[in-house]
């Protein structure tokens, strides 16, 4: 005989695990800069409340079931407020078919630093303070957890042209893209930068080279950063004088992200250096 599973059961967990999933996804957030949403849900206690929230939510959404007397929480992983809204409509609409008030808390996180004592403390006290409001469904907004904390990317420039070395500088030190702070670095050839331990710390990476060096030319560099483990951090920036066609799609194959010819124009330099900070900011 086979077992039928309702389509619901996978979406409820025990209270005791949402620990561990908290922290997974704080995880994410802190390294890949995910948001999520926590809903905090709180009612009397009655048989068919449960299930009326899993109707309402998303099959990607978990319910934790916590005991009588604290409020349910859903974990919408890779969701802002804003589509937390939606659950709350569907939720509205069942108003009419139950005879109690449900209070909602809805929180969105993107501070990857957030600890689960401050979030349920938190939580907690927003789900109370919606029950004092007026309706059969009152919610409240904790904006608490919004504010992302700060990200250092490291900046490598590698250039044997001193002028050309104070250009590109100058351009990178007056790009501001929020949350992140630059910390520049100079090194004249390949040779240097590779010697150093300033590309091996755990940091995003921006390298912003010449092609063309006294040791170390560009492509050997490129070579020796794409064999690392975690290659994935490093954004790689090649300016030449080279016209070849041929080379700059070799270079691409080889995870070049961005060409710039020279000499290049410095507006344009400078969009394409803010295109991949916000592309780092972003995730």
Request: hydrophobic share 40%.
């Amino acid at each position: 005989m086979s077992m039928q599973i309702n389509k619901y059961e996978l979406n409820i967990l025990d209270a005791s695990l949402f620990r561990s999933l908290f922290h997974w996804q704080m995880a994410n957030t802190k390294r890949f800069r995910q948001v999520f949403t926590l809903v905090f849900v709180k009612s009397p206690e009655s048989p068919e409340m449960k299930q009326i929230l899993l109707e309402q939510m998303r099959t990607s959404d978990l319910l934790f079931s916590f005991p009588i007397g604290e409020p349910d929480i859903i974990l919408m992983a890779n969701t802002g407020e804003d589509e937390a809204d939606v659950f709350i409509e569907r939720l509205r609409r069942t108003e009419s078919t139950r005879s109690y008030r449900v209070g909602v808390s809805v929180i969105e996180i993107r501070n990857g630093d957030a600890t689960l004592e401050d979030v349920l403390q938190v939580g907690n006290d927003s789900v109370n303070r919606a029950l004092q409001l007026q309706g059969d469904t009152p919610y409240v907004k904790d904006r608490s957890f919004r504010k992302l904390e700060r990200q250092c990317v490291r900046v490598s420039i590698i250039e044997d042209d001193p002028v050309v070395t104070m250009i590109i500088q100058k351009l990178v030190e007056r790009i501001s893209v929020k949350q992140l702070d630059l910390d520049i670095q100079v090194f004249r050839d390949g040779q240097d930068f590779i010697e150093s331990n300033w590309y091996q710390s755990s940091h995003t990476h921006l390298v912003i080279m010449n092609d063309i060096l006294p040791r170390k030319n560009g492509l050997e560099v490129l070579y020796a950063l794409r064999e690392l483990p975690n290659m994935q951090k490093y954004h790689i920036f090649m300016m030449t004088k080279r016209k070849s066609e041929a080379e700059m799609i070799y270079a691409y194959q080889y995870g070049v992200d961005e060409y710039i010819t020279k000499p290049f124009n410095p507006k344009l330099f400078e969009s394409q250096i803010k295109k991949v900070l916000r592309r780092i900011y972003h995730g």
